[in-house]
């Protein structure tokens, strides 16, 4: 398969399973040209793994994802997990890779431990590491907010979650980045499945002294609950330690490198912020709408089932490509403009359904932080060079992006 050029022709030789597609492909394009000529098509078989079905209108994925008994997550929920042999390793272990009735108890028990109290105890630190790291970035010149801020923020509020000693947060976040080979190209397979391990046998420890002496935080829960009578097993925890790690990591990550990328090209939308003539909860959405940081769902039919007129098989790999339902002319008015003012905005950045995103409440307080803190302190932003996008099939969103942050008049005073 070929993806040379800005953009390719015929649709079927564009390689979804390439990294190097999401750079060197005008995907807004492609994905436009694919809704209109072949919603649900049959992706072939690449040298990643065998063929799968690609879903990229809003409507078809809401059908897949209201549907969990036909479209299992069992296997996995991405390409690169769907295309293991014997699919993801943690399969009906961690949250989002079980299904009925299992992954409701879960889930019920997961709930119940994101207490009110543990919340407060997260969020209550969330607006002081905010204000200290972006606060203290202002009027300081070209700085790289990527690398700078938004990587340490999300990662010191998923370690508070969890109850990881704060000093070992950077290590996490080194280990989770590396988990899935999203900053550089040339990163072996072997150096993944090292990381990753790393990171398995660091939350196995963390696990240990918890079952000892619980904490107020979600590891001491899920090492002592019971779901259906049974506890959680060592490897369930620290699956789903693994899980939330990533998963509270990267989206609002690459959210919020992606507002301030947004803000600099659309300084309208910014002052439009920072007067208050948009709200902060509004901005969110249409933030989460804009960057989908994670471009795709995975699922798995469990029986022939018809979605978009196209007939699916039991077994086959189907992935839902939220980058492009989330640009859907059927659902979005003017879908490529930036519109912080933007209602409804019934994005699927935070997925749907059964599987919707476990930790969605934190990822939008992260971002709402982000931007209390850019309309006190912050009068304009400054793109100081040239962002650099990750390489990743499931990933969208940058590694590095200098900017300088103007400082308010009353910031500056």
């Not at 209602?343 to 950045?349: D, E, I, R, V, Y």
Request: hydrophobic share 40%; charged share 25%; aromatic share 8%.
């Amino acid at each position: 398969m070929s993806n040379k050029g800005a953009f390719a022709d015929d649709l079927n030789r564009v390689n979804l399973t390439d990294p190097n597609t999401f750079l060197h492909t005008d995907m807004e394009d492609f994905w436009r040209r694919v809704r209109a000529e072949q919603p649900v098509y049959l992706h072939p078989a690449t040298d990643q793994g065998s063929e799968f079905w690609v879903v990229s209108r809003h409507a078809d994925i809401m059908t897949v994802l209201q549907d969990p008994e036909r479209f299992s997550s069992r296997a996995g929920n991405m390409l690169s997990s769907l295309h293991k042999p014997g699919g993801d390793p943690a399969a009906g272990k961690n949250l989002a890779l079980t299904d009925a009735p299992r992954h409701n108890a879960m889930r019920t028990i997961l709930l119940k431990a994101f207490s009110p109290r543990i919340r407060e105890v997260v969020t209550d630190k969330l607006q002081e590491r905010v204000d200290h790291l972006l606060g203290g970035a202002v009027g300081t010149g070209t700085f790289d907010f990527a690398k700078e801020v938004a990587e340490v923020v999300p990662m010191g509020t998923i370690g508070d979650l969890l109850g990881f000693p704060s000093e070992d947060h950077k290590y996490l976040l080194d280990l989770s980045r590396e988990a899935l080979s999203t900053d550089d190209e040339g990163q072996t397979e072997e150096e993944v499945w090292l990381s990753r391990n790393e990171l398995l046998a660091y939350s196995q420890e963390i696990i240990e002294a918890r079952r000892e002496d619980p904490q107020d935080d979600l590891i001491s829960a899920m090492a002592t609950c019971r779901i259906n009578g049974e506890p959680m097993t060592d490897d369930e925890v620290v699956v789903n330690c693994y899980g939330f790690i990533l998963a509270g990591d990267h989206t609002s990550r690459l959210a919020m490198v992606g507002t301030l990328l947004a803000f600099s090209q659309h300084p309208d939308q910014w002052l439009a912020l920072k007067e208050g003539r948009v709200s902060v909860a509004g901005a969110v959405e249409e933030i989460v709408r804009w960057t989908t940081p994670a471009m795709h769902i995975g699922r798995t039919a469990t029986a022939e089932v018809t979605i978009g007129g196209r007939t699916i098989r039991e077994g086959d790999h189907v992935i839902l490509w939220n980058t492009s339902a989330n640009r859907d002319e059927d659902v979005f008015s003017d879908p490529q403009s930036f519109d912080l003012a933007r209602t409804p905005n019934k994005h699927l950045g935070f997925g749907y359904g059964a599987h919707f995103c476990f930790g969605s409440y934190l990822g939008r307080a992260e971002i709402a932080a982000v931007l209390k803190t850019l309309c006190s302190r912050v009068e304009r932003i400054e793109l100081m060079g040239d962002p650099k996008p990750l390489y990743s099939t499931f990933l969208r969103g940058y590694s590095s992006l200098p900017v300088s942050l103007v400082p308010s008049s009353s910031a500056a005073g």
